[in-house]
């Protein structure tokens, strides 16, 4: 009983220390029973976060990336954050210049503050679904990022996000978002490589001007849906992209699951499986808007010759009887 009472007297003060322990070079931290964050480590190379961890004869889940986990790992060059993180903190990669891949898993739903900053080797970043928060600065000065796809999951978007995105040419808003900091698609230069935006909020939100800054609207096009069009064409910042087009359709998230698109990015074939849809046929269309290819599809694995595209960002799209979604490929 003496001894009882210590322990618990013991945790009372602070004394009792939390569990810690390292496996395969990684660092973890007991959190609650059998669950554990990823604190400070030293990698170089590949890294492949495991989603269970073993410990003294105890498996315990990884759900938390440690504020900066990974910051400043320059050695660093792939990582895959498995399904069951819920939560990447405060510059957990800040500063891994020679990241050039990058996979999180489908439970995230934060994305905290520097997350991501200065990962200026990465090209394309596929965001999970689960995604909810994007913190502010999460991905700022991202330089070599070629485009965005911000899913429906998403609902803020926070300042200077994106910030210093130099090579951006395409930015896809979903449509749960409600909020949007400030330069959070800012450019740092006085000139602009972003040639589109596609914008699937019903409704144009209330905006600063400085959103966008130094982005050259004028010749960016914006893709909304045909019901948005009148509202985006008269809201302010929005009304300064050109042209604004009526182009988007609600996506059916029943049928994502029956769609893969690879390699993306593509060369000179692209293979399109589809399963369980009936009537499919793809659209490709330039950033512009305007139709490249068309091809009628069938149940399994297809392909598309791409050889006579020029290098760029498509926006490529699965119409069916069950219906429409719409992602982006990437030519070489």
């Keep these: 009983m003496i001894k009882k009472l210590l322990f618990i007297a013991l945790i009372s003060s602070g004394l009792v220390q939390s569990q810690t322990f390292n496996v395969d070079g990684i660092n973890y931290e007991v959190i609650s ?21 073993r410990n003294s004869s105890i498996d315990y889940t990884v759900t938390i990336i ?20 819920t939560s990447i903190g405060a510059n957990a990669f800040d500063g891994c210049f020679s990241m050039n891949s990058l996979k999180i898993g489908n439970s995230v739903a934060s994305i905290g ?3 991501f900053q200065s990962c200026s080797s990465l090209t394309t970043i596929d965001l999970p679904g689960s995604l909810q928060i994007i ?4 991905f700022q000065y991202c330089t070599s990022l070629l485009s965005i796809i911000i899913p429906n999951s998403v609902e803020t978007i926070g300042d200077s996000a994106f910030y210093g995105c130099d090579d951006l040419a395409s930015i896809s808003i979903g449509n749960s978002v409600t909020a949007i900091g400030e330069n959070a698609f800012g450019y740092q230069l006085s000139n602009s490589t972003l040639t589109s935006v596609n914008c699937s909020i019903p409704s144009p939100l209330i905006i600063n001007p400085n959103v966008f800054s130094n982005r050259v609207l004028g010749s960016c096009s914006l893709n909304v849906s045909a019901g948005s069009l009148s509202a985006y064409e008269n809201a302010d910042v929005w009304k300064d992209f050109n042209p604004i087009n009526g182009t988007l359709s609600n996506e059916n998230i029943d049928i994502i699951d029956e769609l893969k698109i690879y390699p993306n990015p593509t060369q000179n074939v692209l ?22 290819l068309n091809q009628l599809l ?35």
């Design 113 to 115: 503050t520097f997350a």
């Design 271 to 292: 293979f399109i499986e589809v399963r369980n849809v009936n009537n499919a046929k793809i659209e490709v269309y330039d950033m512009l808007g305007k139709a490249q």
């Design 33 to 53: 029973g059998t669950e554990v964050k990823v604190l400070a480590s030293n990698v170089t190379g590949a890294l492949v976060i495991p989603e269970k961890v």
């Design 135 to 138: 913190a502010n600065n999460a």
């Design 66 to 85: 440690e504020n900066a986990a990974f910051n400043g790992q320059f050695g660093l060059e792939s990582v895959e954050i498995p399904n069951t993180v």
């Design 298 to 332: 069938y149940d399994g694995v297809n392909t598309l010759n791409t050889e006579e595209l020029s290098r760029g960002i498509y926006l490529f799209r699965l119409i069916s009887d069950e219906g429409t979604i719409s992602r982006k490929i990437v030519k070489n």
